[in-house]
């Protein structure tokens, strides 16, 4: 049996205080992802992608955390308590080790991403899907949506 016929009859017994409610599970039983991406909009990573987005623009500084000028770690650091009231460490390598470790096939928005060479790592983004970070590249650039350049990443996820 389709879950179509019974979308009517659940909104109406649900009344009209919870047609909301009744609509969403509905669309849940239809299209079984959306749920999933509703759901990931609102994590703490995704936050955290929308404060470093709203910081597009600002300049790369060494040392500087914000809300005006940033250096990779610092935009991380921001991003995630501002948008998600998680405090991260202050540098790159530390934030790593303070993340949940994750394979590649294991990431999503608002997973961070470690730029590494050997065991050394040397600057950090936020994922924003599509294979692309928000990150502040360096000296005289700006804080910019960027393809992952490279294959020597690891990801990590705040907790």
Known sequence: MSALPRIPALISRAGTASALTAA???ASVLLPGLAGEAQAATSPG???V???ASKKGSWYQW???GPNRFDCSGLTQYSFKKGAGKKLPRVAADQYNATRHLSRGSRTVGDLVFFHS?????H???Y???GKIWHAPGTGKKVRLEKIWTNSVWYGRVR
Request: hydrophobic residues 50%.
């Open 24 to 26: 969403t599970v509905a």
């Open 46 to 48: 995704a936050k955290a």
């Open 50 to 52: 929308k404060v470093a």
């Open 63 to 65: 040392g500087a955390t």
């Open 118 to 122: 050997g065991r050394n790592v040397y």
């Open 124 to 126: 950090v983004g936020i």
């Open 128 to 130: 924003a899907g599509g």
